[in-house]
């Protein structure tokens, strides 16, 4: 029927944008999947009933206490899960004078750490000696190119590419696969201007330096439909041998920059 029939998913962040793409191609591939989401708007606006078998939980990613009612509802319907998708993630771009460290440490939290927190509280789900159940943490080109403004955001995300390694060294014994994906530029919602003007890469800046001049190989910006595949085939049976990897889905443009 699918790629992941049956399999039990938790998506964080799975409302909108690259998460949203993820849950309704996972549920389309048999997954049952969960979605763990500040955003509830976001959820209804892009969800409609004929995905009603989606759960749902509006919870803050910072809370264990709400993350543990969630194990706990999991564990007495489901018994287990199969799927770890870490994609939740706020965005921040700021020069290196215009914040302070209570920003920079509130970016790693609810980039990374909430990542880990993540990780702790459903790991019991996870364990099995039955078949490769997969982490997948959603990292960014940012993680391990760096870039201008991007100090708390960047390094958030190389981070994540770190955990997931870690985590590949570590529960291996599990039968638990961790790796990550690294996208480049993806036109979400997350791409648009910080004082809401319009779109990043509609500015003549991004068309001149990004596009005009090739900087991006294949010579547009990715969507988030080009994430939902690759996701898939981490998650899947054909990728049980594939642990601690970062797979980059970037149009090429780390290859150049």
């Known amino acids: 029927m699918g790629i992941l029939k049956n399999k039990i998913a938790i998506i964080t962040g799975g409302s909108q944008g690259i998460g949203e793409a993820i849950s309704k191609r996972f549920y389309n591939e048999g997954a049952k999947v969960i979605i763990i989401d500040i955003d509830e708007r976001a959820y209804l606006n892009n969800f409609s009933n004929k995905n009603k078998e989606i759960k749902f939980f509006k ?43 209570f920003h920079f440490n509130n ?42 403004e991007s100090v708390p955001y960047s390094t958030a995300k190389s981070g994540i590419i ?26 979400t919602r997350m791409a648009l201007l910080p004082d809401g003007s319009g779109h990043e890469y509609d500015t003549t800046m991004f068309q001149d330096v990004y596009l005009k001049h090739s900087r991006i190989p294949l010579n547009r910006t990715g969507f988030a439909s080009d994430i939902e595949g690759p996701s898939v085939f981490l998650c899947g049976s054909d990728s049980d041998y594939i642990t601690g990897h970062n797979l980059v889905v970037d149009g090429g443009i780390s290859t150049v920059l």
């Not at 880990?116 to 996870?126: D, G, I, K």
């Not at 770190?162 to 480049?184: M, R, V, W, Y």
């Open 59 to 101: 919870v803050d990613l910072k809370s264990t206490s709400e993350l543990l009612k969630i194990k706990k509802f999991i564990a007495e319907n489901y018994k287990n899960i199969n799927i770890l998708v870490n994609n939740a993630a706020v965005l921040d771009a700021r020069k290196i004078d215009d914040f302070d460290i």
């Open 162 to 187: 770190n955990l997931t390694k870690c985590l590949a060294a570590e529960l291996g014994i599990h039968n638990i696969c961790a790796n990550s994906i690294s996208p480049g530029f993806i036109d």
């Open 107 to 148: 970016i790693l939290n609810n980039n990374l750490s909430t990542t880990l927190n993540t990780v702790q509280t459903f790991l019991e789900l996870l364990k099995s000696d039955s078949c490769y159940n997969k982490i997948l943490n959603i990292s960014s080109i940012m993680g391990f190119m760096g870039s201008k």
